[in-house]
């Protein structure tokens, strides 16, 4: 049984870096979520992928964040010039195409903007 | 910012003891989500609820989507030490116009004594 999985699961970078998240879906899934989850909070949804097309972005991707899943299968998420505000944990999560919004979620890529 | 109001933020009960949690909006909602997150992982989905005064069990869970589709509630009966974690309600409400963005309680903390 394999869930989402997502990779790294940590990442410490210093400000200004750019950094990649990798995630892998569940895989008769065919679409795919990326969510921002800061301490205390509920997640925050970022951007939706159909497939390969990113039907859907929310005002918290800013023009640093990029995201992408060029076959329909993995999707990575970009962060260029890092700053400290990025720390957060980045949550992927799948959903098979029907009306259902039954979302599934991997566990996280923790990162740490010094 | 988040739409949904849950409470309690924090509940310390003993283990063998029944726990109500409850969410709600000011805002219509066609779908309530139930998901356990432990600390370091990604949420994991409970129940899921689609229609009005529905109520849905899994094992020791119970939810219940509110007749106003305004809230809902999530019952564990019998609590054990391994229902320890954070309760997030989440749904996409029907005025973001997205039926895919998932919109996230800020939680419920659970604590289960011996």
């Known amino acids: 049984d394999t869930g989402v999985s997502q990779d790294p699961r940590h990442k410490i970078t210093k400000r200004g870096q750019n950094v990649t998240f990798r995630c892998d879906p569940i895989s008769e899934h065919n679409r795919l979520y990326w969510y921002r989850q800061t301490l205390g909070q509920g997640p925050e949804f970022l951007t939706y992928f159909q497939n390969e097309a990113q039907l859907e972005k929310s005002r918290l991707l800013s023009d640093r964040f990029s995201a992408e899943r060029p076959k329909g299968s993995f999707s990575t998420l970009e962060i260029q010039r890092t700053e400290q505000g990025d720390s957060a944990m980045y949550l992927c999560?799948?959903?098979?195409?029907?009306?259902?919004?039954?979302?599934?979620f991997g566990p996280g890529t923790r990162l740490t903007v010094l | 910012g988040q739409q949904l109001n849950q409470s309690p933020q924090s509940m310390f009960i003993q283990e063998g003891e029944d726990v109500s949690m409850n969410c709600t909006s000011s805002s219509i909602f066609n779908t309530w989500l139930w998901y356990k997150q432990d600390p370091g992982e990604g949420p994991v989905l409970l129940i899921a609820l689609y229609k009005a005064g529905e109520l849905t069990s899994n094992g020791r869970l119970t939810a219940q989507f509110g007749i106003t589709r305004k809230d809902s509630f999530l019952n564990i009966s019998a609590s054990i030490p391994s229902d320890v974690g954070i309760y997030f309600c989440a749904g996409p409400p029907s005025f973001s116009g997205s039926a895919r963005q998932l919109t996230f309680g800020s939680g419920t903390q659970l604590t289960v004594l011996p």
């Open positions: 999560a799948s959903s098979v195409g029907l009306e259902y919004n039954e979302q599934f």
